[in-house]
């Protein structure tokens, strides 16, 4: 049965998917975080909440940074901190930057394309609610 979705209210959690769309560009976001120079996890975890309304969890960060580290777009190094322990700090390779550079070309080309076609939906319509309820009521007498 098909439910079609007003706004969800903020602290909602998303559906299934945004949380994909979410999902798809975290690679993106740990890369982009990285740009003007190095952070260690917890920082990287804080850009993205303050510049991208991304909310992560450590749990997530990390298995994305290792994998990037792994595919040579970042380089890690231990650092002892004047007070706690040694932090581990993350910085973009060449490959990185370049990567993050193709990826962000193939992100403002998509997402152009697509708030192209999406602009007519999001722009509130007289005869688009009685449409609403009544493909509503279609799928509900289902």
Do not use: C
């Not at 909602?12 to 996890?41: F, V």
């Not at 993205?48 to 991304?54: G, M, P």
């Not at 007070?83 to 992100?107: D, F, I, N, S, V």
């Amino acid at each position: 049965m098909m439910r079609l979705r007003a706004q969800t209210a903020e602290g909602e959690s998303p559906d299934r998917w945004e949380a994909q769309l979410r999902k798809g560009a975290l690679e993106m976001a740990a890369l982009a975080s990285l740009w003007q120079g190095r952070l260690y996890g917890l920082e990287i975890i804080r850009f993205l909440e303050s510049h991208s309304r991304l909310v992560l969890a450590e749990g997530t960060i990390y298995p994305i940074l290792n994998r990037l580290k792994a595919e040579g777009m970042l380089t890690s190094d231990w650092v002892e901190a004047e007070a706690g322990h040694p932090r581990k700090y993350y910085a973009l390779t060449g490959a990185g930057r370049l990567r993050l550079r193709q990826m962000a070309e193939a992100w403002a080309n998509f997402a152009g394309g697509l708030s192209q076609l999406l602009e007519p939906v999001l722009i509130p319509d007289a005869g688009d609610q009685s449409n609403t309820r009544e493909i509503e009521k279609k799928e509900l007498a289902r």
